[in-house]
C-alpha cells in the first residue's frame, strides 16, 4: 500500500476486503446529466482498469461518502448475481459510493422487487443506464441447465428461484459450445428484455433516449465483462 495515499493493488485490495476493510474509490461522485452512451463508456472503461491491475485508493472514504450523503445520482444501474466473486463496483473498476446503484440476486433475475427499484433508479434517480450482468459458471444458471438435461430436483426455494431461469437453458439446450456459458448468455438477455417489455417507466424513458438497456458477461478467470446488446 502507498504510504502517502493508501493505495493498494488489486490483490491487497481483495484481501483487506475480505477482512472487513472500508473503501471508496477516488474518483469523484457521478456528474448529474450524463447520457446513456457516456454511462456505457464509462462502465467500460471502469472494466479495462480493473484488468490494468487497478490501485483502490482506501484513504478518502469519510470524504467520499460525505460527497454523497445527502443525495445520490448514480450513473448506471446494475442488476447482477449474488455471486461473491462479482461484484460490480469492483469489476467496473474499483467505484465508491454513489457511483452505482446495485441490485443483485441469485442468477440475476427480474421481479417485482427488483423491476420496482430499476424504476426507482431510472424515473427518481435518473440513472441513464441500466445493466443486467450475468457471468462465468452462474451456479444458478448452472443449475437450470441440470434440471433442463438431468432432471434435477432443487430443494425449497431454490428450487422455485431456478424454475425461472428453465426457459433460457432450455432455449439454447444443444446450441454449439458450453450449455451453462451459453445460458448464462440467454438469461441476461432474457432478464434485460423482462425489464424493457415490464416496465412503462423504463421504455419510456429508453423510446426518449434517455435510458439504454444492455446485458453482459463477466468472465471469472479473465476479469473481462463483454457487453453483448
Not at 450523503?69 to 473498476?93: H, I, K, N, W, Y
Not at 423504463?202 to 471469472?220: H, Q, S
Amino acid at each position: 500500500m502507498c504510504r502517502n495515499c493508501g493505495l493498494w493493488s488489486r490483490r491487497g485490495f481483495l484481501g483487506a476486503a475480505a477482512a472487513g476493510v472500508a473503501w471508496a474509490a477516488a474518483a469523484p461522485a457521478p456528474a448529474a446529466g450524463i447520457g446513456p452512451e457516456q454511462a456505457l463508456a464509462r462502465l467500460k472503461a471502469g472494466n479495462q482498469k480493473y484488468l490494468a491491475g487497478p490501485q483502490l485508493c482506501v484513504a478518502d472514504v469519510a470524504k467520499a461518502r460525505a460527497a454523497v450523503a445527502g443525495a445520490q445520482s448514480p450513473f448506471a444501474t446494475v442488476l447482477a448475481c449474488a455471486d461473491s466473486r462479482a461484484a460490480p463496483e469492483l469489476v467496473f473498476g474499483g467505484l465508491g459510493p454513489g457511483e452505482l446503484f446495485v441490485c443483485r440476486n441469485a442468477g440475476n433475475l427480474v421481479d417485482t422487487d427488483v423491476l420496482g427499484t430499476i424504476e426507482y433508479g431510472a424515473e427518481h434517480l435518473h440513472s441513464p443506464l441500466i445493466v443486467v450482468l450475468g457471468h462465468q459458471r452462474c451456479g444458478a444458471v448452472a443449475a437450470a441447465c441440470d434440471v433442463v438435461a438431468k432432471d434435477a430436483k432443487l430443494p425449497g426455494s431454490i428450487g422455485k428461484m431456478v424454475a425461472k431461469i428453465v426457459p433460457a437453458a432450455r432455449a439454447v439446450q444443444g446450441r454449439q459450445g458450453d450449455f451453462v456459458a451459453n445460458a448464462v448468455r440467454e438469461n441476461a438477455r432474457r432478464n434485460a428484455l423482462a425489464i424493457r417489455e415490464n416496465s412503462e417507466i423504463v421504455a419510456g424513458l429508453e423510446k426518449a433516449g434517455e435510458l439504454k438497456i444492455a446485458y453482459a458477461v463477466f468472465d471469472l478467470d479473465t476479469g473481462a465483462v463483454d457487453i453483448l446488446g
